[in-house]
């Protein structure tokens, strides 16, 4: 069984920082894809930023020149730095991954709110 733990969420102000992580704990997996998805009220779940194993990246347009993400492959973590935090980025942020045969799993959610 595959579990991720999500950390890192919080209320801050626009213009400011924060950091997810995520942890991908089990047995006998190969993760091939990792990273972050949010959902705001009222809004389809979106996302947000996405790293390979080979270290390839998606991100939502919007947020391309504020956020990086980054993976430890051997501990099986992700982390999404983000900078320059707008109201539009509050959501609740999950963590996901793509695990080869095993199928697509999905953290809990960890809440963003950007708000002064």
């Known amino acids: 069984q595959v579990q991720l733990v999500e950390s890192g969420g919080g209320l801050v102000q626009p213009g400011g920082s924060l950091t997810l992580s995520c942890a991908a704990s089990?047995?006998?997996?190969?993760?091939?894809?990792m990273g972050w998805y949010r959902q705001a009220p009222g809004n389809q779940r979106e996302l947000v930023a996405t790293i390979t194993s080979g270290g390839n990246r998606k991100f939502l347009d919007s947020v391309k020149s504020r956020f990086t993400i980054s993976r430890d492959n051997a501990k099986n973590t992700v982390t999404l730095q983000m900078n320059d935090l707008k109201p539009e980025d509050t959501a609740l942020y999950y963590c996901?991954?793509?695990?080869?045969?095993?199928?697509?799993?999905w953290g809990q959610g960890t809440q963003v709110t950007v708000s002064s």
């Open positions: 996901m991954t793509d695990i080869f045969a095993l199928g697509t799993y």
């Open positions: 089990g047995n006998g997996f190969n993760i091939y894809n």
